[in-house]
């Protein structure tokens, strides 16, 4: 039994030595054939440049390390792409939270939906006033809101004025009785003269020819004249009282046909193209919303509201039974002017960027690209796309703008990479450029060794520097041309303990 169980050991360890050894050179195999395709294709891609893993603007033509003393990472050609499109990979779009949407043609909502205030009717209100000064005898209106009919007294007035000009008339009539039989023609027109000139002062004092001639057939002077309503209507404004003084032209009552009132409605300049004379509009208000009212454009007004860039439209509304009020709140839809079928684009998928709008348009394989579009009319969130885009396009909706500021980072590298390829010592980060250019513009940036005395030419012992960038020095009160912050006021000694501390050279 025991040499039994010892040949049954020697043969598993066997089995397992063979076992482990057929493992370890497959796998070492596969991991050997594994480097060597990426060997491979590292070797076969083209590496365009060298870039500063934490600021992409920083880019070299040689490895090395950044300006934060980071390796420097490479860029293949088949990174960069064309110039301005941008290569995402599915799971970076997922975290970016990228969506697009495919682009469609059709008619955009033609209808203007606005609010309105009705009114009366301008050209059928009236002012009731008088010629002549005097009291008010009697007020037949007695409240506002009172209804009249055309020709129904509205108001008796005494006027001192009125008795003497009806006075002067009654006496222009017995002196033209008395010299009408005269020989003399001259004297007998005289008469005649008198009574005219007396009518017609009667005439322009508002006293109609009825009331001159029963004044004529009587000989009876009226102590008041008596105003009439010129149309039937509402009194909307009552100003006077009974025994009131009154002067020539005070307006007393306030008349307006409250049967056809004006709707005014507010339409933004840029849903102007939509709006013509005679577009049907129905109307909703609040006190009634299950009634919609139905009429159209009657007027549109020339001029535009420069503080809300609004213009004016005007919509007639019969109310023969009374059932609106001026100054009532109604909810307006216009059918506006058929606009064609164009593309569209929703509203939160356009980047305006100065005069120009782009679009992110994705073009496969996980890649977009920018593109500029001309806009045509705007309704409910949509806008018309005249030029740049087709049906079928497939557009981003949101993250646009993260794909937008790559879009234009990978560009301007394209150009760069267009350019003569620049030295490894000759950094081409645009913060370098642009300290070049300042140092050769400000001489408050010090170079070399600073000289503080020389600096402090008002000898008072104090200096002005910048916090930031400790080498901007002046002896006056200023900011840096670097940063722009405000130069801090120190001692000359304070000062030298920035700079050595900074290590920068001071004597």
């Not at 981003?396 to 490894?424: R, Y």
């Amino acid at each position: 039994m025991k040499k039994r169980d010892l040949i049954l050991i020697v043969i598993g360890i066997i089995i397992g030595v063979v076992i482990f050894l057929v493992f370890f050179n497959t796998n070492n195999d596969a991991i050997s054939t594994k480097d060597t395709a990426k060997d491979s294709t590292t070797k076969t891609r083209k590496i365009l440049y060298w870039k500063a893993p934490m600021n992409p603007s920083e880019v070299y033509d040689k490895p090395g390390k950044s300006a934060m003393g980071m390796d420097l990472v490479p860029v293949y050609e088949d990174q960069a792409g064309e110039a301005g499109v941008v290569k995402i990979d599915p799971v970076v779009q997922q975290n970016m939270n990228v969506k697009t949407e495919v682009v469609e043609s059709k008619k955009i909502n033609p209808l203007v939906i606005t609010n309105g205030i009705l009114q009366t009717d301008e050209r059928k209100e009236f002012i009731v006033t008088t010629k002549v000064g005097g009291w008010i005898e009697k007020l037949y209106v007695n409240f506002t809101g009172q209804e009249v009919k055309k020709g129904e007294k509205l108001i008796d007035i005494y006027s001192p004025i009125l008795v003497a000009a009806e006075q002067e008339f009654l006496t222009a009539i017995a002196y033209g009785d008395k010299v009408i039989k005269s020989s003399n023609k001259s004297i007998a027109n005289t008469g005649k003269e008198l009574i005219e000139n007396s009518i017609r002062k009667l005439q322009l004092l508002d006293v109609s020819m009825k009331e001159i001639e029963a004044l004529r057939k009587n000989k009876i002077i009226k102590k008041y004249m008596t105003l009439y309503a010129p149309f039937d209507g509402t009194v909307i404004n009552k100003k006077v009282i009974e025994g009131q003084k009154i002067n020539p032209g005070t307006p007393l009552l306030k008349i307006a046909d409250l049967k056809n009132l004006w709707l005014i409605a507010d339409i933004y300049e840029y849903e102007l193209s939509k709006i013509k004379l005679g577009a049907k509009a129905n109307i909703k208000f609040n006190f009634l919303p299950s009634k919609v009212f139905k009429s159209k454009v009657t007027f549109i007004y020339p001029t535009l509201d420069a503080k809300t860039r609004t213009i004016k439209v005007r919509i007639d509304m019969p109310n023969y039974n009374n059932e609106l009020k001026p100054s009532m709140f109604a909810t307006v839809e216009i059918e506006g002017i058929d606009q064609g079928i164009h593309p569209v684009v929703p509203e939160q998928a356009i980047i305006r960027s100065g005069q120009n709008n782009i679009i992110i348009l994705e073009v496969g394989k996980g890649k977009f690209k920018p593109i500029n579009v001309k806009l045509g009319n705007y309704s409910k969130g949509y806008y018309q796309v005249l030029e740049g885009l087709t049906a079928g396009n497939i557009i981003v909706t949101s993250a646009q703008f993260l794909i937008d500021s790559e879009s234009n980072l990978k560009a301007a590298l394209n150009q760069f990479m267009s350019a003569k390829p620049a030295k490894k010592d000759s950094l081409t980060n645009t913060s370098k450029t642009t300290k070049k250019s300042l140092e050769a513009i400000s001489p408050l940036i010090r170079e070399g060794v600073i000289n503080l005395e020389a600096i402090d030419k008002n000898k008072d012992g104090k200096l002005y520097q910048d916090i930031m960038d400790w080498n901007v020095i002046s002896d006056k009160p200023g900011v840096c041309p670097e940063c722009g912050m405000t130069l801090r006021k120190f001692t000359i000694k304070e000062v030298e303990e920035n700079l050595k501390k900074h290590g920068y050279k001071f004597k």
